[in-house]
């Protein structure tokens, strides 16, 4: 019995231990942001401007990490499913990993993340991305020596240094950089004499691809009796054959496993699922294994679709009448079960906290849920941007004092769309381009600008061409031309 008991005792006091280690192990907001500079420099968006779909790649993966880690720090916090990342990292120094390498000679990196805590999640990260470790060891040996302030701000910020840090790795300065680039920025005239020839051969040797990725298309959409192929990435077409070929291969072998997908829309991206809008999410870097049980599991989601729009309806009605919405141009490619679990968490929030809002007073209003944000805004189109963890006084307050500017941003919105739509028609008739688009990123009222200040121009290299409205200079590997929306005369 004694004896017993002393093993109990000896299991107590284990326990009291482990949790005292895993205390002092814990790091706050702030530690963790300190801890992943080395990553933030070495994936940051700002780096990759000439590189649009690295960078691209990048603004997503970040954005989904951000909410991540976010998450985590949030009392009682449940795991969401595991969350696999692909980022590209510029490189300073060799390495002795070795990751498949971009076209542009940039190192991809992938990896999920499942772990429950900071410290775990920014080890995980670093030595993914093989960097160092040594500065997290000698800040958690800290942790409990010193009093932590919540950090309510993003992980996804800009990195200032102090310049020694520079001197002594080696590394560049990224204001310095940014200076450089801006006091040797082109204007539109002359890169696009300095860029004219290697887009048209790049152009000329990419029409073969065109029209195969075109007939790709239309047979798999025929074929399956699929509403549309998507991508959401900006990748060259070459990928975007690859990858259709890939999915006709597993049509041809496994007709029976591709039997649900009738009326969807597949969408090429980093990871396999059905999406937040209900498409079809076909991971790039995924296997066929991962397809099949994607397309084999399809009739189950019926079930979990119709509680998230139950649940958006409930949301809607504790609003006033505000329509929940996602647009998939503006926020990350969720899937369906990420999405459903903020909005329940939001539900939750908003039915423990009794808003008063009059009922259908927000009828015909918008709002998108968002994770990597803390202050609600109002978009130029009109919708609502409000956090996932946004206080929900402090919705209340934004969403009245904003809603009758909310309502004529949304009828401005369709003179927008009108006249951004007439615009590029005129533009790419006057300068005879093959295309003329624009970046996601790159909002209505920019594109408007850039068309209005190209029509006023008399711009030659132009005839024939794919043009991209984007925030660099560019060509990418298919010949298009990407251009500043600001760009200079």
């Known amino acids: 019995m004694f004896g017993h008991l002393r093993t109990v005792r000896r299991l107590c006091l284990e326990k009291i231990l482990l949790q005292w280690i895993l205390q002092a192990r814990a790091l706050s907001g702030a530690d963790a942001i300190n801890a992943l500079r080395p990553f933030y420099f070495a994936v940051h968006p700002d780096f990759f401007g000439q590189h649009p ?45 070795q990751e498949s390498l971009s076209p542009s000679g940039f190192r991809a990196v992938s990896f999920t993340l499942h772990t429950k805590d900071l410290l775990s999640t920014v080890l995980d990260i670093l030595n993914s991305c093989s960097l160092s470790t040594e500065h997290v060891q000698s800040l958690n040996a800290s942790v409990d020596s010193q009093p932590h ?24 300065d990224p204001e ?3 200076e450089q680039a801006q006091k040797m920025e082109a204007t539109l005239i002359s890169w696009l004499e300095n ?21 790709l298309k239309s047979e798999l959409c025929h074929q399956l009796q699929l509403s549309d192929i998507r991508w959401q990435r900006s990748w060259d077409i070459a990928h975007r ?53 994607i397309f084999e599991i399809l009739p189950n989601y019926n079930k979990l679709q119709k509680k998230l729009l139950l649940l958006e309806d409930r949301i809607s009605h504790l609003l006033g009448g505000i329509q929940i919405t996602y ?8 899937t369906l079960e990420e999405y459903y679990t903020t909005l329940d968490a939001f539900y939750t929030r908003l039915l423990n906290s009794r808003l008063l809002f009059h009922p259908r007073s927000l009828r015909g209003l918008k709002m998108i849920l968002e994770s990597d944000r803390y202050a609600p805004s109002l978009h130029e189109l009109g919708h609502f941007s409000i956090p996932a963890v946004c206080d929900p006084a402090t919705l209340q307050w934004f969403i009245i004092t904003k809603a009758q500017q909310a309502r004529e941003n949304l009828r401005k919105k369709e003179e927008l769309m009108t006249m951004e739509k007439e ?67």
Not at 428 to 443: D, G, I, N, R
């Open 195 to 215: 860029n004219e020839e290697s887009a048209v051969k790049k152009l000329k040797n990419s029409l073969p691809r065109r029209k195969e990725l075109e007939r």
């Open 53 to 97: 779909r690295e960078r691209e790649i990048n603004e997503n993966s970040l954005k989904r990490l951000n909410g991540y880690l976010e998450n985590i720090q949030k009392p009682g916090y449940k795991p969401f499913t595991p969350t696999r990342l692909t980022f590209y990292v510029r490189e300073h120094n060799s390495s002795s990993v």
């Open 327 to 334: 647009i998939e141009e503006l926020q990350p490619l969720l």
């Open 176 to 178: 310095e950089e940014l």
């Open 423 to 489: 615009l590029i028609s005129t533009s790419t008739e006057k300068f005879s381009l093959k295309q003329l688009y624009k970046e996601p990123s790159v909002s209505s009222a920019q594109m408007i600008n850039c068309c209005k200040r190209l029509l006023e121009e008399s711009v030659p290299y132009l005839q024939g061409m794919h043009l991209c409205v984007s925030h660099f200079y560019s060509v990418l590997q298919d010949g298009d031309l990407c251009i500043p929306w600001n760009w200079k005369s």
């Open 241 to 293: 054959c690859s990858q259709l070929h890939s999915l006709s291969r597993l049509a041809h072998q496994r007709p029976e496993v591709l039997m649900n997908v009738k009326g969807y829309t597949v969408i090429f991206t980093d990871c396999s699922g059905l999406s937040a809008t209900g498409h079809i999410m076909l991971g790039t870097m995924d296997v066929h294994h991962h397809w099949t049980k």
């Open 149 to 172: 302030k919540e950090t309510k701000g993003t992980f996804y910020r800009p990195i200032k240094w102090d310049k020694t840090y520079y001197s002594f790795t080696g590394f560049k």
